[in-house]
């Protein structure tokens, strides 16, 4: 029973590159989240995926981030421009989603993102 | 929108003493509560949660919430501390009507040997 794998672990890219950053959920967890957690700082919500519904965006800080999930499984997160404020480590997790019940999320180990 | 405060950046207590973590929340219905741990280097662990039921909810590692509806509050507690939980603690919540689920900005546990 794998966990939840997130990829690259580390990732150093220079200011004004683009990356991206994957996720892969625990097998049949329908619901999917990315938080960002800045050095010394607490958990900040990003995006949220369910199933097959429309994706929440309202945690996304700018437009230079965007998030892709293929069905019910790889999410890869995407920063465009990627500017020095936006160094942090990227958290996935993922959770059986709702239908009726409130289950824990599960968390990968996150990637360590670093713009010089 | 949902919101979390958890009003220490650090607590420090004493091995074997009792400790609290403090967790205030803020939503439009009922919440469904969340207590996580983050040890250094390790990835964030669930600890316990409040969905209905009894206000007193037990979870991993000793560690036991109160859920009051009226301080809309989600304290985590445990009865005697080890130096092992020392680590980072977020307090969590979901509003009902949806699935997203807001963490608070954590607070450092430091225990004392």
């Known amino acids: 029973g794998a966990g939840v794998s997130q990829s690259p672990s580390n990732k150093v890219t220079e200011k004004g590159k683009d990356v991206e950053l994957r996720c892969d959920p625990i097998?049949?967890?329908?619901?999917l989240y990315w938080y960002r957690q800045r050095l010394g700082q607490g958990l900040e919500f990003l995006i949220y995926f369910q199933g097959n519904s429309a994706p929440d965006k309202s945690g996304l800080p700018s437009d230079r981030f965007s998030a892709e999930r293929t069905g019910e499984s790889v999410s890869t997160l995407t920063i465009q421009r990627t500017q020095q404020e936006d160094s942090a480590v990227y958290l996935c997790?993922?959770?059986?989603?709702?239908?009726?019940?409130?289950?824990?999320?599960?968390f990968g180990p996150g990637t360590r993102l670093t713009v010089l | 929108a949902q919101s979390v405060a958890q009003p220490e950046d650090q607590v420090n207590v004493a091995e074997g003493n009792p400790l609290t973590v403090k967790c205030t929340y803020s939503v439009s219905g009922n919440p469904y509560l969340f207590w996580y741990v983050q040890y250094p280097n390790r990835g964030l662990q669930f600890l316990l949660k409040y969905i209905t039921g009894d206000n007193l909810v037990k979870g991993s590692y000793g560690f036991e919430a109160e859920f009051n509806k009226s301080q809309t509050s989600f304290h985590l507690k445990k009865p005697s501390a080890l130096v092992s939980d020392s680590a980072l603690y977020f307090c969590a919540v979901r509003d009902r009507r949806d699935d997203k689920i807001i963490f608070g900005k954590g607070t450092r546990l430091h225990i004392l040997p």
């Open positions: 097998s049949g967890h329908t619901a």
């Open positions: 997790a993922s959770s059986k989603g709702s239908s009726g019940s409130v289950n824990e999320q599960f």
